[in-house]
């Protein structure tokens, strides 16, 4: 079924071809989705990204019809092939979902057509930021518009975050087990294989059938029937084993297919599991710092308990003290008044004591006074002694 316009014009102004645009020296070359049909512009792509690739593209000019369409399959089955070797090789990743170059060659312009070709510019994206150039592509896309950054890092994500494109290392850790893992990468590679074998076939039968058209021309030409016959006849033997092979081929990969399916599915629950599973350990690491929370309390409180019967045989100890206090009390109340009796006693001997120096100090003048006048009387007789011997003197003459 065909892509309809809105979808092809939202593919071509999408994220996607924004930023193979950014990656062209001339961004127009891009004008209509028919300019990626031939794979020419996806290769350029790819050679900024890896500059010697495995295998190339042919060039297209001049083919019609049939032949083009084997050239577009052939060019754009080397461009997955380069991609699938960068990202198995180089990168060490798996590819979950690889696009169809069959589809792509025969009808781009189909709904599916037009899916595998927003899956390989996709994985292109995805390898051009992870690969040894990626500095020069991070550039250019820091150089678009905010909006549009935002947009491609989202399909950035999806190839390296989601596993759901391709599976990285780091996907192990998603799975029960490594088994799980390495069977996953098994499938993609016998998925891988079964993809390129329906490739060659469709190719090998394109091929046949234009020999057949170029045989049977030049037999027309030449008039040799009976040869043209046998050919013909051989060829669509061998077509018809092809056929048969192809419808085989096509089988297992419809097995193959389903059992990836059953895997992804597995692979969904087992996220969901895992997701649970670190939901119930962030639930149980919470609950085990609670647990040491409370473990420290629980410290905590017995410290505070050795305590209370410390300060209970404390309290004990006091209260064996309140009763000797009682003693003591009364003690202090009679020497309280012991000491009572001793001050009045003091204040009378201190005033008995001031008594008795005022007294020693009217003694004291009163014997400084009794000298001076002892000393008076003293000279007042020897004055009158010496009249008196005068008097004599005189007399006596």
């Known amino acids: 079924m065909a892509a309809s316009g809105s979808e092809i014009e939202d593919f071509l102004n999408g994220p996607l ?29 790819y050679l900024q990204i890896d500059p010697e690739p495995s295998y190339h593209i042919t060039k297209l000019a001049g083919l019609e019809d049939q032949a083009l369409t084997l050239g577009k399959i052939k060019n754009f089955d080397a461009i997955i092939k380069n991609v699938k070797t960068l990202y198995e090789e180089e990168l060490g990743m798996t590819l979950l979902v690889v696009p169809e170059c069959i589809c792509l060659g025969k009808a781009p312009e189909s709904r599916e057509g037009l899916e595998n070709m927003k899956l390989l510019v996709l994985l292109l994206l995805g390898a051009a930021v992870q690969c040894p150039n990626k500095e020069l ?14 947009s491609i890092v989202e399909c950035i994500k999806q190839v390296t975050d989601m596993q759901t494109v391709v599976l990285t290392p780091d996907a ?23 993809l390129q074998n329906w490739a060659s076939i469709v190719l090998n039968e394109g091929l046949y059938d234009n020999d057949n058209e170029n045989k049977n021309g030049k ?31 096509r089988q297992e990969l419809e097995e193959k297919s ?12 087992t996220k969901l599991v895992l997701t649970k599973l670190r939901t119930d350990s962030q639930e149980w690491f919470n609950e085990a710092r609670k647990s ?28 064996d003290r309140l009763a000797d206090a009682e003693y003591y009390k009364t003690r202090v109340t009679e020497l309280r008044e012991d000491n009572k009796a001793l001050m009045e006693t003091r204040d009378a001997l201190e005033e008995q004591l001031l008594r008795a120096r005022k007294r020693a100090e009217q003694c004291l003048s009163l014997e400084a006074a009794m000298i001076k006048l002892k000393r008076e009387a003293n000279d007042i007789a020897l004055v009158s002694f010496c009249i008196l011997c005068i008097e004599l003197k005189w007399m006596i003459c």
């Open 17 to 45: 071809v924004s930023w193979l645009k950014s990656c062209l020296p001339n961004p127009e070359s891009i004008t209509e989705y028919s300019s990626l049909s031939n794979g020419d512009i996806l290769h350029q792509i």
């Open 137 to 150: 592509f991070i550039t250019r896309i820091k150089e678009l518009d905010l909006e549009l950054q935002h």
């Open 172 to 194: 192990i850790d998603l799975f029960q087990s490594p088994t799980m893992f390495n069977h996953m990468r098994r499938l993609a590679k016998e998925r891988d294989h079964y």
């Open 219 to 249: 037999s027309r030409s030449t008039q040799n029937v009976n040869q043209s016959n046998g050919e013909s006849q051989h060829l669509a033997v061998e077509l018809a084993d092809w056929k048969a092979r192809l419808r085989k081929q």
């Open 258 to 269: 389903e059992q990836l399916s059953e895997c992804r599915e597995e692979l969904e629950h």
């Open 292 to 319: 040491a929370g409370y473990r420290d309390e629980v410290d905590a409180l017995r410290e505070k308990a050795d305590r209370c019967d410390r300060l209970e045989q404390e309290i004990q100890r006091y209260r």
